[in-house]
């Protein structure tokens, strides 16, 4: 089959039909494949073109696995254009929270508590939708044959199982098997649990194409899915919950419980902890049943869930956590790999080999296809995550695409921790005015944290008023916890307002989910570089790494600083999407200037870079020049 029979553009960008060509010839020799291209180059639908030829010709399926929901619409929407010429079943799978209508009609239910909800409604048939299910056969079946043969969103899913009053989520199931493409997010394909919906046990991995999104992620995010925090606090929640809810046993088993743990806690006060030391230590006197018939009543007692449903009351996440927690302890016993950490405020049971659990969801398909803007250098990132460099395909996608972007790394700030004075969030502020005050359009400015974000906003807004008048600019800042409805309404009021200011933050929604084509944005602006405060999760991480033969300096790289880069050069493309693109980037941090950052930089970063300690008149000059001299070019 040839790629332009599929592909739904009159022309490929320059770049795109060799790396569809490559990922092609993968899936069909069943090789681990690795594509590095940058943000804009039109990866999706080149990878689509590959996978789905060679799908084609050998019977294949796709999983195509997003970080977000957000980049899930988007390859929905790719998937869309490819269908005008090439109609192929596909389908995208959600959590089931996202589907849920009952819990819409219902009291409050948070995503933490709601697996435990909607099994405890199923199974004492208090779900309407769910049973409806098994008698709209016929129904269902054209809605299935419906919702793939169309790639129709979730909201119209929605739509029509509120009409034929059926679950969606169940719909959404069924589609699964139906389909030849299945996009979803990355819970689906690297969480053991969740993906066994998404792979029965009967289905033959060898037959299936995994394409995962953004791969640089990938280890942060097993790593997060694999950790169970029991914060101190909640089991004191817990204690109160279980006397407001009349269990008087659970409630006095816990109270004996954290009075032992808080005595352990103290006495030890070495961040890694000795799981069977901790164990005995929590369970006193007791015999060894008395944990797990507690850890049972924890995770299943019906009695919590029957008070709520009849007091119409959210069900206590405190319980299901401290359950959660404590089962999984349990379950941990045999493997090194998963230490019990803790910190001043909290427990942890952390999977210290992410690598190994990726491996595990990912080892056995016909073909599994990385994407990532940011891989460099990919040597450490295929180690990284427990791939072999020798039997990987690394594909450098490369355009010819012509920028004039400047970067600017300003030496004279930074915030390092303890840097971090009211002068020096004064300084930063005045820079960022001065750069404001000298662009003409649109600038999007990224902090490494919300508190830096707050502690700078204040005399950013007083620098800029104080400095143009006049000039009045929408000024949008990033708050923790938006929903998907401020984001949006924010990004119109940005787009809308020309000239305006975002002041968000390096890894948010942002930062990483949103795009600034065209003239959306002329200047972005990194303040600070966002290493990860040291943390006993992270001590442990180290330890397991130095332990499978990384040097000290590659487990710096690995948990620090590459993802703190990464982040960085993210916000620093926002605005750099089409060829052609004139803008300028600024690194206020002296920590960027050191060559060994620099060589990690994409060289669109790197063409025309200057760097040095500039005061601000000095920086207001060198952005007015440079787009001064654009405009004339
Ligand atoms: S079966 Fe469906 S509608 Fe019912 S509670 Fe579960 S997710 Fe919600």
């Not at 405890?120 to 779900?127: E, K």
């Not at 427990?347 to 990385?370: H, I, M, Y």
């Not at 200011?501 to 600034?516: C, I, K, N, T, Y």
């Not at 948990?559 to 206020?588: D, I, T």
Request: proline share 4%; with cysteine; glycine share 6%.
């Amino acid at each position: 089959m040839h790629l332009e029979d599929i592909f739904p553009y009159p022309d490929f960008r320059p770049g795109q039909k060799e790396l569809a060509n490559a990922v092609y010839s993968a899936c069909k020799n069943g090789n681990t494949f690795v594509a590095e291209a940058m943000s804009g180059f039109g990866k999706t639908a080149a990878v689509l073109a590959g996978s789905m030829s060679a799908a084609a010709e050998d019977g294949l399926d796709i999983i195509y696995a997003c970080r977000t929901k957000r980049q899930v619409f988007r390859v929905l929407e790719e998937l869309g254009r490819f269908s005008e010429r090439f109609p192929v079943r596909a389908t995208s799978l959600f959590s089931k929270f996202d589907y849920c209508l009952l819990r819409q009609k219902s009291f409050g239910i948070t995503p933490e508590t709601f697996k435990w909800y909607c099994s405890f409604q199923t199974s004492n048939n208090l779900c309407s939708y769910f049973l409806n299910v098994a008698f709209n056969h016929d129904k269902i079946a054209k809605l299935v044959d419906d919702q793939t043969g169309n790639s129709r969103p979730i909201s119209e899913l929605l739509r029509k199982g509120t009409e034929l009053h059926v679950c969606p989520y169940e719909v959404a199931r069924l589609s699964l098997a139906r389909s030849k493409v299945v996009v979803t997010t990355y819970h689906y394909l690297l969480d053991k649990n969740s993906r066994q919906i998404l792979i029965p046990g009967d289905k033959a991995l060898g037959k299936i194409v995994a394409v995962v999104d953004e791969a640089h992620k990938v280890r942060d995010f097993v790593s997060g899915n694999s950790t169970t925090t029991l914060p101190f606090s909640e089991i004191k929640s817990c204690i109160e919950d279980a006397r407001n809810l009349y269990l008087p046993r659970i409630c006095s088993a816990i109270s004996e419980l954290n009075d032992r743990l808080v005595q352990f806690c103290s006495k030890n006060d070495h961040w890694l902890i000795k799981k069977e030391a901790f164990l005995n230590a929590i369970t006193g006197n007791y015999p060894k049943d008395w944990l797990s018939d507690l850890v049972f009543e924890l995770s299943t007692n019906s009695g919590v869930a029957w008070y709520s449903v009849a007091t119409n009351r959210n069900l206590p996440g405190s319980i299901i956590n401290l359950g959660s927690f404590l089962s999984a302890l349990l379950s941990s016993l045999d493997s090194d790999d998963m230490a019990l950490v803790k910190s001043d405020s909290a427990l942890f049971l952390t999977d210290t080999r992410p690598s190994r659990r990726f491996l595990e969801a990912t080892t056995g398909f016909r073909s599994l296809v990385l994407l990532s803007a940011t891989i460099n250098p990919s040597s450490l990132f295929l180690r990284s995550i427990g791939l072999d460099g020798s039997s990987t395909i690394v594909h450098s996608a490369t355009t010819d695409y012509k920028f004039r972007v400047r970067t600017v790394i300003d030496c004279s700030v930074t915030t390092r921790f303890k840097m971090r004075t009211p002068e020096m969030y004064s300084k930063i502020a005045r820079k960022i005015a001065s750069v404001c005050s000298s662009t003409p359009g649109a600038i999007g400015v990224f902090f490494p944290s919300y508190s830096l974000l707050e502690a700078v906003r204040g005399p950013v807004v007083s620098e800029i008023e104080r400095a143009t008048p006049a000039k009045a600019r929408t000024i949008l800042v990033e708050r923790p916890g938006l929903t998907n409805q401020d984001s949006e309404d924010m990004m119109t009021a940005f787009k809308s307002n020309h000239g305006s200011l975002l002041l968000a933050v390096q890894g948010g929604r942002f930062s990483e989910g949103e795009d600034f084509p065209g003239d959306g944005m002329d200047v972005s602006m990194v303040v600070g570089l966002s290493l990860p405060p040291p943390s006993p999760k992270m001590y442990a991480e180290y330890r397991q790494l130095e332990a499978n033969h990384f040097d000290k300096h590659q487990a710096y790289m690995v948990l620090s600083l590459l993802p703190a880069l990464r982040k960085a050069f993210q916000c620093a493309g926002r605005h750099v999407r089409n060829p052609g693109k004139v803008g300028m980037v600024f690194f206020l941090d002296s920590r960027f200037a050191a060559q060994g950052i620099i060589e990690l930089m994409p060289s669109w970063l790197r063409d025309d870079l200057v760097k040095g300690e500039y005061d601000i008149d000095t920086i207001g000059s060198i952005t007015r020049e440079f787009f001064l001299a654009a405009r004339v070019q």
